[in-house]
C-alpha cells in the first residue's frame, strides 16, 4: 500500500488477519473489536478517496470472519472523524454513514462507534448538520433510526474538549487549532456536563471513552494543541 493507514489491497488476506487475531484473543477473554478507524477523512484511508461502500465490504470481511472465529465477539464500526467537508480527501460523517447504510453496512456490526468532540462550543449546543460540536453524535443516531437500526448502541470512541493555553495561536499552530479551545475550568466542566446528558437524555449511548486520560510526554509536544486533551500530565498531576 502507498501509506500504512491504505486499506488492504486484498480484503480476503485482511479477513484472515481477523481471523487470526479473534481466534487467538478469544482465550484471553477479549471480544470486542473495532474495524479500522475514521475512513472518511485523509490519510485513514490511505490515498483513496472515502469510499463508503469500499468500507463497508471491509467492515463486512471483518465481521464475518471475527464471528467466524469467535461466535460471540462484538462488532464497532470505525469511528468517523466530525468534518464538514466534501471533497477528494474528506467527507462528511453524516453522508459517508447515509452511504455506508446505503451499502448494507447495517447487517455487519453490532455497535455504532462515534466521534464526540466539543470544540469551542459547550455541550448545550444542540445540533445542526452544518456545525461540529459535541450533539453532533445525535445527527449519526437519527441515521440510524432512519435505516431501523435504533437497536444497537452508540459508544463514544472520543469524547472531549482541548484546554490549549492562550499563547498557542494560529500562526504556531494552525492545524491543530481546528479542535478549538476552552479554558481547563470549561474542560471539565463540559466533560461532567455531557457525560450527563448522554446518561440522562440518550438512553442508546453506551460506553464512552474521554480522549484523553494522559499521555507520556513523547506523542504530543505543549507547542501542539492536541497536548491539552488530556487530564492529567505525563507526572500524573491533575489539570
Not at 485523509?42 to 464471528?67: C, F, I, M, S
Not at 467537508?85 to 447504510?101: P, V
Amino acid at each position: 500500500n502507498s501509506l500504512p493507514q491504505a486499506p488492504p489491497d486484498n480484503f480476503a488476506d485482511y479477513g484472515d488477519f481477523v481471523y487470526t487475531v479473534v481466534n487467538h484473543l478469544k482465550t484471553k477473554g477479549i471480544h470486542y473489536y473495532q474495524i479500522w478507524n475514521e475512513p472518511n477523512i485523509y490519510p485513514e484511508w490511505g490515498n483513496h478517496a472515502p469510499d463508503p461502500a469500499g468500507y463497508t465490504q471491509l467492515l463486512k470481511v471483518g465481521y464475518q470472519r471475527a464471528k467466524e472465529a469467535d461466535p460471540n465477539a462484538v462488532i464497532l464500526t470505525a469511528p468517523l472523524a466530525i468534518t464538514l467537508e466534501h471533497s477528494d480527501r474528506n467527507m462528511s460523517d453524516l453522508d459517508f454513514l447515509k452511504g455506508m447504510y446505503a451499502a448494507g453496512a447495517k447487517s455487519y456490526f453490532d455497535v455504532l462507534s462515534a466521534n464526540a468532540y466539543g470544540l469551542s462550543l459547550p455541550p448545550t449546543d444542540p445540533p445542526s448538520p452544518d456545525k461540529l460540536n459535541f450533539q453532533r453524535v445525535t445527527l449519526q443516531r437519527q441515521i440510524m433510526v432512519d435505516n431501523g437500526d435504533a437497536g444497537k448502541p452508540v459508544w463514544l470512541d472520543e469524547f472531549g474538549w482541548t484546554a490549549a493555553p492562550a499563547e498557542l495561536t494560529p500562526e504556531k499552530d494552525p492545524d491543530k487549532l481546528k479542535w478549538g479551545r476552552v479554558t481547563e475550568q470549561q474542560q471539565a466542566d463540559y466533560t461532567r456536563d455531557g457525560m450527563a446528558i448522554a446518561r440522562t437524555q440518550w438512553p442508546w449511548v453506551g460506553v464512552i471513552n474521554i480522549w484523553y486520560f494522559r499521555q507520556d510526554g513523547t506523542r504530543d509536544s505543549p507547542s501542539q494543541s492536541e497536548y491539552y486533551f488530556r487530564m492529567v500530565n505525563p507526572d500524573f498531576s491533575p489539570t
